[in-house]
């Protein structure tokens, strides 16, 4: 593998794992305070649509982000409702959202553009922009470096930074503020927190529309972003992969973006190589491809230590003598 | 309006407010459904004094508490502090009135620092720096203050239960709170743990705080106290002054003179020894020892009755016999002796060895609600011969069978096809103990048999128990009812604090001196 190559695996890596990255900091803000989310793919999916909807109709993908937040907000809310004031299964509320968002992308999809359920394909304004960081074109002659920067960096639309941003931001909330103190104890013990005086119910809900907007952000980067245009089952599983990356990053930001980046990684290999042949086997492409999820399997079964999910987690909180 | 004693001649407003007690409830009442937790009951406890509340389990007195602590909301009463009527919808409330409460079970999140409990929920900013900063400096002039050391990086799993409760003492206190209620505070402190506690509560007092201790064991009110309120059944039977009062007279009043429930029976004509229990120990997972070295002995036609205030140990005791816990020590039935640990100390080989087990949560140990009479009827006998077809169950037996168990003993209604749930406590009673009765045993272990019970089911299964004793079996009876204990038992054993304080016949005792032994006084020293 020469230089150039490494340096698109990587820069395609960066673009695949920035809808896995905003969607494991939403599941971590959910489930830091207690609330399961499986339903990341639904809101994720709807988003998706609607971003590419109203960014189609409108011709302005700003106005597309805020469709597809409203959208993956609204099912958030649903399993607020669900999990939080009527105290019901947060697996049941995540699957039902999922399967929601499954048929009415394509219901609506094909009632409004009559093409199959795909969106019109998007150009221009009406899809985020490359960004050419400062410096860029000057500094790519310079060896090693200079591509890194141009290419690698350089170059991605306005979410992928956006997306990088939220890590520490996401830490600094967690564990540097008043907020974030409270929701990781809600998380480990709603007891605690209504005992000290402070309201499990508001605490919750907060959480699960945060969660709900960063899987707005990764469905809007979906469809706006990394593709043209919304396509049926477009998320593809990546609510899923990003519930295993988080569990993968034991709950923790910066851990969560290490293991995007290596999903994404993954998913880059598997796109660049369509066969690879390693000690005179070759691997067939559909290997390749599903490397992200072989990799998930694996996280799930528990093959990568020991991961400990906040200790009142999928619970409703009931108060108690 | 109070009267003023320490400031006779110049009453000014503030030093009204200075007497006026801490807190005064008038007439509260709670019920939930049909059972009175709490009837019409009024307290005063004055301001810089330790208030001792003291009562049986179920006395209702949690229930006051948390009503204090905006839990639950009374159905009926006024809360007055210092002197101001003041509605407690919530703990949020509840913290601004004053009021710090030390549960039972701690309310801490185990895997936060010292610090960062003390300040959740009561931070000064946004942001956690300058709180955290602010806690420190505070958990300094405590320790020193009042003996209260704990290193306030230290993460709450890492720390022993008696440094996790200093925590909550100390989230109280950063919460300026001058009223401090700890509810069962030495359940799970060791003796010098408690001591240390009592120094600390002193210290409290003496800086003008108010205490509410809530507790069952009269040593410790006896110790600590100014003052002290009895409560029994949900009522508030006396407020005395602790030192103007005896511990035989709160044993009374905390027992109380019922009328005895009187069973027919004939003196026992005991056999040969069945159950045999010698230096039996268990350690719970919090490295606190729940047994403490119990030896007793059980011979066939003859029900030993264990009586103690719930959390002793007698729980522990049962479900090591029971085959649910593993213990250390020596237990023999009939001479040969019962594995205590690994795979053979299971509930199936106690049953085989011919031990029956009736357990006191008949919800959490004896039925599986959301399953029928007959699938209940079955358990833990699911594998004998009788109710298999192969390696299927033969449901036909096991219905017709338990359609005679119900017969047998008076189930109402007789339908086996109902869901455990739906029969009344008294019938879920009747289904579990006929369940264990009809197969035999040598030995029967029964916890609470009537607890939840009408009095109709009482008196039966009280006969039941009768005949299973003069059919020649061994019975282990424990219960919190002391009625119970007398009616049934041929000799009594007071277990408190994991062991057995001593034994009496039912004709050499009376329920004062049983009251004592199980508040850990010794009976004789009166």
């Known amino acids: 593998m020469d230089y150039a190559t490494l340096i698109q695996l990587l820069d395609s890596t960066l673009r695949l794992a920035t809808p896995l990255l905003f969607a494991c900091l939403a599941g971590l803000f959910s489930e830091r305070a207690g609330i399961f989310d499986i339903g990341l793919e639904g809101k994720m999916l709807a988003a998706a649509f609607f971003s590419a909807a109203a960014a189609a109709m409108t011709g ?24 939080i004031t009527f105290k019901g299964n947060q697996l049941i509320s995540g699957v039902a959202i999922n399967f929601l968002a499954s048929g009415l992308t394509v219901l609506v999809g094909q009632t409004w553009f009559q093409l199959g359920g795909r969106t019109p394909s998007l150009t221009g304004p009406s899809r985020f ?6 410096f ?29 941003l939220a890590v520490p931001v996401t830490w600094y909330i967690l564990f540097r503020t008043r907020f974030g103190l409270r929701l990781r104890a809600v998380g480990e013990n709603p007891g605690a927190v209504d005992t000290a005086g402070v309201s499990v119910v508001r605490l919750r809900y907060s959480a699960v529309l945060i969660c709900g907007l960063l899987c707005g952000l990764a469905g809007a980067y979906l469809s706006t972003g990394l593709s043209a245009g919304f396509v049926k089952e477009m998320s593809a599983g990546r609510g899923f992969i990003a519930l295993a990356a988080l569990i993968f990053a034991k709950w923790r930001p910066w851990y969560a973006l290490s293991a995007c980046l290596l999903f994404g990684l993954l998913e880059a290999l598997g796109n660049r190589f369509q066969s690879l042949e390693i000690l005179g086997v070759t691997l067939p492409t559909q290997f390749m491809q599903a490397l992200p999820y072989i990799l998930t399997v694996v996280i799930l079964a528990g093959f990568v ?17 | 309006m109070a009267t003023v004693t320490q400031t006779e001649g110049r009453p000014s407003a503030a030093a009204l407010s200075q007497t006026a007690p801490a807190i005064e409830l008038r007439g509260i009442s709670k019920a939930f459904g049909a059972v009175q937790a709490n009837k019409d009951i009024s307290i005063r406890v004055e301001r810089g004094t330790i208030h001792g509340i003291i009562g049986e389990n179920g ?46 079970h701690f309310k801490l999140v185990e895997n936060f620092t010292v610090l960062e409990n003390v300040v959740l929920g009561a931070e000064e900013g946004a942001f956690l720096r300058p709180s955290l900063a602010k806690a420190r400096r505070l958990l300094v002039d405590l320790a020193r203050e009042y003996e209260l050391n704990v290193d306030p990086d230290a993460k709450i799993e890492d720390l022993g239960v008696g440094m996790q409760q200093r925590v909550e003492i100390l989230k109280a206190l950063y919460r300026q709170a001058d009223i401090l209620i700890l509810d069962e505070p030495t359940g799970v402190l060791t003796p010098s743990e408690a001591d240390h506690l009592f120094r600390i509560l002193r210290g409290l007092r003496d800086e003008g705080k108010t205490i509410i201790l809530i507790t069952h064991k009269l040593r410790e009110i006896m110790d600590v106290t100014d003052n002290v309120s009895v409560m029994r059944r949900g009522e508030m039977t006396a407020t005395v002054k602790t030192a103007e009062t005896s511990p035989t007279e709160l044993a009374e009043l905390m027992v109380g003179r019922k009328v005895l429930l009187r069973v027919d029976k004939t003196p026992a004509q005991p056999g040969p020894v069945v159950l045999k229990v010698e230096n039996l120990r268990v350690t719970d997972e919090n490295g606190v020892e729940r047994l403490r070295s119990i030896n007793l002995e059980v011979r066939a036609g003859e029900i030993l009755g264990v009586a103690g205030v719930a959390g002793n140990g007698q729980s522990e005791l049962l479900e090591v016999l029971g085959g649910i816990t593993e213990a250390t020590g020596t237990v023999t039935l009939n001479g040969h002796p019962l594995q205590l640990s690994g795979p053979e100390s299971d509930g199936r080989s106690r049953r085989q060895a011919g031990i029956a087990h009736v357990p006191e949560d008949r919800h959490r140990l004896g039925l599986i609600l959301d399953f029928t009479a007959w699938e209940n009827t079955g358990f833990g006998y699911q594998d004998r011969p009788d109710y298999t077809n192969g390696a299927l169950m033969n449901q036909h037996a096991l219905r017709t069978d338990t359609e005679g168990k119900m017969e047998r003993f008076d189930v109402r209604p007789a339908n086996c096809w109902l869901h455990a749930k739906s029969f009344s406590g008294g019938n879920q009673q009747k289904i579990v103990l006929a369940r264990e009765i009809e197969r035999n045993p040598d030995l029967l272990l029964v916890g609470q048999p009537t607890r939840g019970v009408d009095i109709g089911a009482i008196e039966f299964i009280h006969q039941r128990l009768i005949e299973l004793r003069d059919a020649g079996k061994a019975i282990l009876l424990v219960s919190v009812e002391l009625d119970e204990i007398f009616a049934l038992s041929d000799r009594i ?8 304080m001593g034994e009496r016949t039912p004709d050499q005792t009376d329920e004062t001196e049983l009251g004592m032994m199980m508040a850990g006084m010794d009976g004789k020293a009166r």
């Open chain 1, 60 to 83: 302005n993908v700003w106005i597309g982000l805020l469709a597809g937040t409203a959208a993956s907000l609204s099912l958030a809310a649903l399993h607020g409702l669900a999990s």
């Open chain 1, 129 to 134: 922009q490359e960004i050419t960081l400062p």
């Open chain 1, 136 to 164: 860029a074109d000057a500094l790519e002659p310079v060896p090693v470096i200079g591509p890194l920067y141009a290419t690698v960096l350089s170059g991605h639309t306005i979410l992928v930074y956006v997306g990088l």
């Open chain 1, 305 to 321: 230590g020991k991961a400990i999910p906040p200790r009142a987690g999928g619970e409703a909180y009931a108060k108690e003598r």
């Open chain 2, 59 to 104: 006395a209702g007195k949690s229930t006051l508490m948390s009503i204090l602590y905006g839990f639950y909301k009374a159905d009926a009463g006024d809360i007055l502090i210092g002197g101001t009527k003041t509605d407690i919808p919530d703990s949020q409330a509840a913290i601004r009135a004053g009021i710090g409460m030390v549960f039972q």
């Open chain 2, 493 to 500: 054993a007071v277990i408190f604090d994991g062991r057995i």
